[in-house]
């Protein structure tokens, strides 16, 4: 009994023990499933983030992918009123083309015994109702809020003062239309002197002198001038629910920048190296800034900083760019991610632009269609007056008559301009009436003569120096404005002497031969020459500096300055006879080929007569522009599309 009843009483003493034991598993339990929940809870709301980032990733880009060409549209609309343009239809396509109203279907949430649950699906929604998210800063649905003076008080707010890139100004009718459906157009300008506007916005009020994006595609360096004009539409986007929404607002961006860079086309360029496969001379070439081609191949950088491709850029050795060492396997998946931690930036000198996230660089539509008008009385819509190149040519001079249609020297052509008053004039010349040749009295006066090259192609003969009295002396405005001649010829006046221009020229066309074109200074806003013609440049061409940069310039005082000069012609050749001359050219250069297969050779430049490359003849200064007072009358256009948002406190 005793030994039972102290064993009992050792039970008694042991109960509480197990009990504390009991009750720190509970507690241990409790605070393990607790903090489970909490895992689950933080990891859902990371998970919901995610979702949220991405699916914003998805309308972003979207909105980037679909923008454009709905500008196009309502370009080509005239900027009309009109539903397929709208900003109500850019957002839904983009809303439906990002998916993001895309769930789980009932079928899988049945499958996955999910029906009666509750859902934290971001994508739980109809189309209709996201796009219901989106609305212009004041709250508006299916309307954004233009970056222009109207809205100056929006931006004036707070949450947007010093946040937003420089207004543009434009009438009342084009702004107010600049919320309901993207407005495009010369008629939207830089009003006022602004910071970021570094050339004077009196002189330069459509494209200025702005930096460059802070962006990974490098056309130009973040932070860069360069010429363009920013347009822009302010919007928000409310992400969320009714219990819990969060507001982003955005900045859509479409830049019109003329083409300005060294070496630019919308086509396959080969860099580097001529069409025999002989390497540029590179005591001759040099390239400073940026290459920017369709799709390139480089065997050499010469100097240039970056190269900018649409789809493909193939180096056959690595490069030192911006002295970075950049190899073909650049674009390679973690080649790219080293070099952007090897640079500490993901800006790289070399990259894609279908690579480069929120944005769409796109080269407008140029060709063959460049280098001609339409027939007089015809109606172009605004795009099309927007991407013209010969269109856009103040001055027409068109060959009617021909010696014959063996010979195409011309007897007769036709000159029309616009006069000091506003209106057209037109002039023709007739050989044997009032068109003396060169040897005749009267005839040195005369811009336009005719001639034949070495090898017997005949030509209509210009002369850029005799241009402005000669079109003063008809009433005409001074080159000052009349800076622009269309070159061509007019088959209908008589088709039994006149024959239509080939693509490529046929020996037998006329061609055009400019000389006497050494000092342009005289034509201080710049001058181009746009023909499907074949062009000769038969004297040094622009080769003598201004005094001093044009006021307003935003180029350094001292800056030596020529005046802008542009040839857009179907075949350009240097001499007019079979001696090899050098060729030695500063500047820009360009094609208006818009086909990806066949290699475009920037320094295949041939002599008159003899066809011949040649390459040891050849050297370039190739340079961007400096300022918009550098950019010709005539000149391509390209657009850059990118999505920022607008940081809050």
Same mark, same amino acid.
């Given at each position: 009994?005793?030994r ?5 009483t ?12 009991a009750?720190m598993?509970?507690l241990s ?8 929940l ?7 709301k990371?998970?919901l983030?995610?979702d ?16 454009p ?12 009123e009109?539903s397929?343009?709208s ?10 083309l ?20 509750l859902?934290?699906?971001v ?6 109702? &996201?796009?219901?998210w989106?609305?212009?800063l004041?709250?508006?649905a ?7 003076? =109207? ?14 890139p420089?207004?543009?100004n ?25 910071a ?5 916005v009196?002189?330069h009020?459509?494209y ?8 990974r595609?490098?056309y ?13 539409w ?12 969060v507001?982003?607002?955005y900045?859509?961006?479409?830049y019109?920048i003329?083409?300005?860079?060294p070496?630019?086309?919308?086509t ?19 390239i400073?800034g940026?290459?920017y081609?369709?799709r390139?191949?480089?065997?050499g950088?010469?100097? =240039? ?9 193939e ?13 073909a ?6 080649e790219?991610?080293r070099?952007?931690a090897e640079?500490?930036?993901d ?30 009385g015809?109606?172009?819509n605004a ?17 009617t ?25 037109e ?13 005749e009295?009267?005839g040195p ?10 090898n017997?192609?005949s030509?209509l003969?210009f ?16 080159v000052?404005s009349n ?5 061509? &010829?007019?088959? =209908?006046m ?7 221009p ?21 034509y201080t ?8 013609l074949r ?10 500096a =201004? ?5 307003g310039s ?10 802008p ?35 475009w050779?920037p320094?295949?430049?041939k002599?008159?007569?003899?066809d ?7 050297s ?14 005539v000149?391509?256009?390209n657009?850059?599309?990118?999505i920022?948002?607008?940081p809050?406190?």
């Amino acid at each position: 009994m005793i030994r039972h009843s102290r064993f009992h009483t050792s039970g008694y003493v042991s109960l509480p023990i197990v009990s504390g034991l009991a009750i720190m598993f509970t507690l241990s339990l409790t605070m393990l499933f607790k903090s489970t929940l909490m895992n689950r809870d933080q990891a859902s709301k990371t998970q919901l983030r995610v979702d949220y980032h991405q699916r914003e990733e998805g309308l972003l880009r979207a909105l980037v992918a679909t923008f454009p060409g709905k500008a196009i549209d309502c370009m080509k609309a005239n900027h009309a009123e009109g539903s397929s343009h709208s900003w109500n239809t850019i957002f839904s396509e983009a809303v439906a083309l990002s998916s993001l109203s895309q769930r789980l279907s009932p079928e899988i949430l049945q499958a996955l015994n999910l029906r009666n649950k509750l859902s934290g699906d971001v994508g739980n929604h109809s189309n209709s109702e &996201v796009q219901s998210w989106i609305t212009s800063l004041t709250g508006e649905a299916g309307q954004v809020t233009p970056g222009t003076t =109207a809205y100056a008080d929006v931006f004036a707010l707070p949450a947007f003062a010093g946040k937003v890139p420089p207004l543009l100004n434009a009438s009342a009718e084009l702004q107010t239309a600049d919320a309901l459906r993207p407005i495009v157009t010369p008629l939207k300008r830089y009003s006022t002197q602004v910071a970021g506007l570094l050339a004077d916005v009196n002189a330069h009020s459509i494209y200025n002198l702005i930096p460059y994006p802070n962006i990974r595609f490098g056309y130009a360096a973040p932070g860069e001038p360069f010429v363009a004009k920013r347009n822009w539409w302010a919007f928000t986007v409310n992400y969320g629910n009714s219990a819990s929404t969060v507001a982003r607002h955005y900045v859509l961006s479409l830049y019109e920048i003329p083409s300005q860079m060294p070496i630019e086309a919308a086509t396959f360029a080969a860099i580097g190296t001529h069409q025999d496969g002989t390497a540029w001379n590179t005591n001759t070439v040099s390239i400073e800034g940026s290459v920017y081609a369709a799709r390139m191949t480089v065997t050499g950088a010469y100097g =240039a900083a970056r190269l900018a491709g649409r789809s493909g850029i193939e180096m056959t050795t690595d490069l030192d760019l911006d002295g970075v060492s950049v190899g073909a396997d650049f674009d390679a998946m973690g080649e790219r991610e080293r070099l952007q931690a090897e640079q500490g930036t993901d800006v790289l000198p070399v990259a894609l632009s279908a690579n480069s996230g929120r944005l769409t660089f796109l080269p407008l539509p140029t060709g063959a269609g460049y280098l001609h008008r339409r027939a007089p009385g015809s109606t172009l819509n605004a795009f099309e007056e927007y991407t013209a190149g010969g269109q856009r040519c103040r001055i027409i001079v068109e060959a009617t008559d021909m010696v014959s249609f063996e010979d195409q020297t011309p007897t007769a052509i036709r000159v029309r301009f616009p006069t000091v008053a506003g209106g057209m004039n037109e002039v023709t010349l007739q050989r044997g009436s009032n068109w003396p040749t060169v040897f005749e009295t009267g005839g040195p006066t005369i811009p336009f003569q005719t001639e034949l090259t070495n090898n017997s192609r005949s030509c209509l003969t210009f002369h850029p120096a005799l241009l402005n009295a000669w079109l003063q002396s008809h009433g005409g405005a001074s080159v000052v404005s009349n800076n622009s001649v269309f070159f061509s &010829v007019d088959a =209908a006046m008589n088709p039994l002497t006149v024959r239509p221009p080939s693509d490529p020229p046929a020996a037998e066309d006329l061609c055009v031969i400019i000389r006497k074109g050494k000092d342009l200074t005289g034509y201080t806003a710049g001058f181009s020459i746009v023909t499907p013609l074949r062009v000769y440049v038969g004297d040094d061409l622009n080769a003598v500096a =201004a005094a001093s940069p044009p006021s307003g310039s935003g180029l350094p005082v001292g800056s030596v300055y020529y005046p802008p000069l542009s040839i857009f012609a179907s075949e350009l050749r240097v001499g007019t006879t079979a001696v090899n001359r050098p060729i030695e050219h500063h500047g820009q250069l360009g094609s208006l080929a818009n086909a990806v297969n066949a290699a475009w050779q920037p320094l295949d430049m041939k002599s008159g007569s003899d066809d011949a490359v040649h390459t040891d003849s050849i050297s370039a200064e190739l340079k961007p522009l400096r300022s918009p007072a550098e950019l010709p009358p005539v000149h391509p256009m390209n657009w850059l599309v990118v999505i920022e948002e607008i940081p809050q406190d």
